[in-house]
């Protein structure tokens, strides 16, 4: 049996290495609507789910968004220190908090729009760019609620535009998913747009069906994730040409 040259080994190494060291990796963190789901709650499905089809086999996305997380929760249980661990130069962090946020009657997740929720989305800003990473920032994906007039109304208050000014403050690229899906849940408007959430029928598992507005199925997580995609695209960056 032919022995393998150690010289043949070591430049099969390098050559792993390197190909290895060209993957850009897309960190994804966020909350229930970006969130990979489990099989029994099919079909909801969160956008970052999906995400991974929008690029070519340049790009991974590694999901770490979570069920119910706010800027402030995914601190504090150390979730963010796992990413930053990992992140190396080149890599993404989109960056997607506010639903949970909201929630002052809860403190465990509860971040203030004018102070705590800024300064939390400025960590993860300043600390993925010392790790020589690139951090998006992207606002809320509305919950699909109607008023009598048929338009959405709001429910995010002050938060997307604290990721907005934040943006533009620290010159960091933004998806304003808010403003996005807006504008497609509304031209849809109040039965159409159903289909992009997590209204199903009754079954066996959920006899009374779900009339879920704030997260999403298949073709609303496809759609999402597609506009997201779309104005990656549109950004002056690397990972830009590895939009399929």
Request: with cysteine.
């Amino acid at each position: 049996m032919r022995r393998i040259s150690p010289l043949w080994f070591l430049l099969f190494s390098l050559f792993v290495s390197c190909a290895s060291a060209k993957l850009i990796t897309v960190y994804t963190i966020g909350d229930s609507t970006m969130a990979n789901k489990k099989a029994e709650v099919y079909p909801e499905t969160g956008w970052g789910q999906v995400f991974q089809s929008y690029f070519d086999t340049k790009v991974r996305v590694s999901n770490h968004a979570v069920n119910g997380r706010s800027s402030k929760s995914f601190i504090d249980e150390g979730r963010w220190k796992t990413v930053f661990d990992s992140l190396k130069r080149g890599d993404y962090v989109f960056i997607q908090f506010g639903h949970n946020d909201e929630k002052a009657d809860k403190p465990a997740v509860y971040a203030d729009a004018s102070s705590t929720y800024r300064l939390n989305l400025e960590k993860y800003i300043v600390e993925t760019r010392a790790k020589g990473a690139t951090p998006i920032l992207l606002t809320s994906i509305v919950r699909r609620k109607f008023d009598e007039t048929g338009k959405l109304i709001d429910t995010h208050g002050k938060y997307p535009d604290a990721v907005r000014e934040l943006a533009s403050n620290l010159k960091v690229n933004i998806v304003d998913m808010e403003l996005l899906t807006k504008t497609l849940v509304n031209s849809l408007g109040d039965e159409p747009s159903k289909k992009l959430y997590l209204w199903t029928a009754p079954d066996q598992k959920f006899p009374e069906g779900r009339k879920d507005d704030t997260h999403l199925c298949v073709e609303g997580a496809g759609t999402y994730a597609g506009l997201v995609a779309t104005e990656v695209a549109k950004m002056k960056t690397p990972l830009a040409r590895h939009v399929k």
